[in-house]
């Protein structure tokens, strides 16, 4: 049976780029939506749900960044936010509250496409797919929890994790002792290739120590290593 085209919503406030946009995605085959604002979004969405949105993040009014963290909370569609090239930390925080991915302006059609359907397979297939539990992680005093995606210290307190947090940590705790490029953690963040101009997985690494009250300067749990990443030193016992 043939399955019906992914619906894409265009979140954009400049009609031109909206229209050019919507216009090569439906020769591509897809069902789109044009919204210019959150309201108009938020009209789409409750007529018909979206496999994907697309969200400018230099909206007016309601920014992209805050219906990024709207959405997420409602719904696990796929997210692409659009930024501008000086937007590194509007990037990182996309990524925390629940984007899956971001392409910067000016962009390739075709590089925009190859993301949309790199999203929309994964998106689908994790709709479909049940994934086996995953145990309980413990070291130092805390216990990170795949299945529930929560980390607790010893007293059973609760500490908060973006998703770009969580993504790392449960990569890092899953291959101790094993060194991770910066490419592959910000694949596994962000599902793209890294840059050494990108800093997205150097702030969540610094954010994830502070959390875990692991010194920056001699880190036990999160230690660099200089030129190729990241690693994890001490093995977690599973619980």
Same mark, same amino acid.
């Given at each position: 049976?043939?399955?019906?085209?992914?619906?894409?919503?265009?979140?954009?406030? *400049?009609?031109?780029?909206?229209?050019?946009?919507?216009?090569?995605?439906?020769?591509?085959?897809?069902? %789109?939506?044009?919204?210019?604002?959150?309201?108009?979004?938020?009209?789409?969405?409750?007529?018909?749900?979206?496999?994907?949105?697309?969200?400018?993040?230099?909206?007016?009014?309601?920014?992209?960044?805050?219906?990024?963290?709207?959405?997420?909370?409602?719904?696990? %569609?796929?997210?692409?936010?659009?930024?501008?090239?000086?937007? =590194?930390? *509007?990037?990182?925080?996309?990524?925390?509250?629940?984007?899956?991915?971001?392409? =910067?302006?000016?962009?390739?059609?075709?590089?925009?496409?190859?993301?949309?359907?790199?999203?929309?397979?994964? %998106?689908?297939?994790?709709?479909? +797919?049940?994934?086996? +539990?995953?145990?309980?992680?413990?070291?130092?005093? &805390? =216990?990170?929890?795949?299945?529930?995606?929560?980390?607790?210290?010893?007293?059973?307190?609760?500490?908060?994790?973006?998703?770009?947090?969580?993504?790392?940590? +449960?990569?890092?705790?899953?291959?101790?002792?094993?060194?991770?490029?910066?490419?592959?953690?910000?694949?596994?963040?962000?599902?793209?290739? &890294?840059?050494?101009?990108?800093? =997205?997985?150097?702030?969540?690494?610094?954010?994830?120590?502070?959390?875990?009250? *692991?010194?920056?300067?001699?880190?036990?749990?999160?230690?660099?290593?200089?030129?190729?990443?990241?690693?994890?030193?001490?093995?977690?016992?599973?619980?």
């Amino acid at each position: 049976m043939k399955t019906a085209p992914a619906h894409i919503v265009i979140v954009e406030d *400049d009609p031109a780029t909206r229209a050019k946009l919507a216009a090569y995605f439906k020769a591509e085959g897809y069902k %789109v939506s044009e919204a210019e604002d959150g309201d108009m979004m938020r009209d789409i969405l409750a007529s018909e749900p979206a496999d994907l949105l697309l969200i400018d993040i230099q909206l007016p009014g309601e920014d992209g960044l805050k219906l990024t963290r709207e959405q997420r909370e409602r719904s696990e %569609v796929g997210i692409i936010l659009v930024t501008g090239r000086s937007d =590194t930390v *509007d990037r990182i925080v996309g990524l925390e509250i629940g984007a899956d991915d971001y392409v =910067t302006k000016p962009f390739e059609q075709r590089e925009l496409l190859a993301r949309v359907k790199n999203l929309l397979r994964r %998106v689908r297939a994790g709709t479909s +797919a049940v994934r086996p +539990a995953e145990e309980r992680r413990k070291f130092m005093g &805390w =216990t990170l929890d795949p299945g529930n995606r929560t980390l607790s210290n010893a007293e059973g307190d609760y500490t908060d994790l973006t998703r770009a947090e969580f993504k790392a940590l +449960a990569l890092l705790t899953a291959n101790p002792g094993k060194v991770l490029s910066r490419d592959r953690l910000l694949h596994e963040i962000a599902h793209r290739d &890294w840059d050494p101009s990108d800093r =997205t997985v150097d702030v969540v690494i610094r954010r994830l120590r502070q959390k875990l009250m *692991d010194d920056s300067r001699h880190p036990r749990l999160i230690v660099t290593s200089h030129g190729e990443g990241y690693l994890f030193a001490v093995p977690p016992a599973k619980a």
